[in-house]
């Protein structure tokens, strides 16, 4: 309560339910998306209608002056920054055969130079504050366990894990914590339709026997922008039903 988030791409999917937890949570927010202004607009003012305190802004994390308006913007709106979920990014299926090099810089791009990009942003306004701050990449399970016409998406993953990784070791000394959270399977409410085989196979091996919810991934950003996990930084935190225990033969 009190604390003020950024969420870059907060408008769809995954970026919706860790919206609603930090809200929910008494936190200001300030949801970042590049083009769907509408649909943004939309979101914030269900959730202002609710009660809760947020804000919009369009940025292309990309660019790094895009990612410096992008917190500028956040201290001006909400008054301060204390954490940043590079949430923002993209994930298309094509086979690593046939892949060209203007498809495989485009998920590097939006996936690991917004990131970097919107983290470097947000470290020039923690560092300025002198408080510290959180700073949390949304990463995925397939950063470890790639999956099939994947392999651009995988390693941007794996990548991001790892910056978060050096950038902790790095601004630890600042008191900027830097974690991930890797996702497993998340229903965003049609999976079941949308890819019945995959989420089939799933249910049947995951420990908890169920998919994860937009609300899990929210949960676990809370998590680890509280003061409840102020000694951990460098960690990724894996919210995958217990998939990654399950043995493979």
Known sequence: ?????????????????????????????????????????????????????????AADIREPEDCRRLMAQAVELLGGLDTLVNNAGVQPLQPLEGMTAEDWAAVVDANVTGTFSATQ????????NGTGGSIIHIASIEASHPAPNHAHYCASKAAIVMHARAAALELGPQGIRVNTVSPGLIDRGDLA??????????????????????EDIGNACVF??????????????????????????
Do not use: C, K
């Not at 339910?17 to 269900?46: M, N, P, Q």
């Not at 942003?121 to 300025?128: D, G, H, I, S, T």
């Not at 339709?193 to 937009?214: F, I, K």
């Open 1 to 57: 309560r009190g604390r003020n988030i950024i969420v870059t791409g907060g408008e769809g999917g995954i970026g919706r339910g860790i919206v609603r937890r930090f809200v929910a949570a008494g936190a200001g927010v300030l949801i970042h998306y590049r083009s769907s202004a509408e649909r943004t607009e939309a979101f914030a003012d269900e959730l202002r209608a609710e009660g809760h305190r947020v804000e919009t802004a």
């Open 121 to 128: 942003a947000a470290v020039e306004v923690m560092r300025a």
């Open 193 to 214: 339709e949308s890819w019945p085989q995959g989420h089939a196979s799933w249910l049947a091996h995951a420990p908890l026997g169920r998919t994860g919810t937009l």
């Open 224 to 249: 680890l922008a509280s003061p409840g996990a102020s000694f951990i930084t460098g960690h990724d935190l894996v919210v995958d039903g217990g998939m990654g225990a399950t043995p493979g033969w």
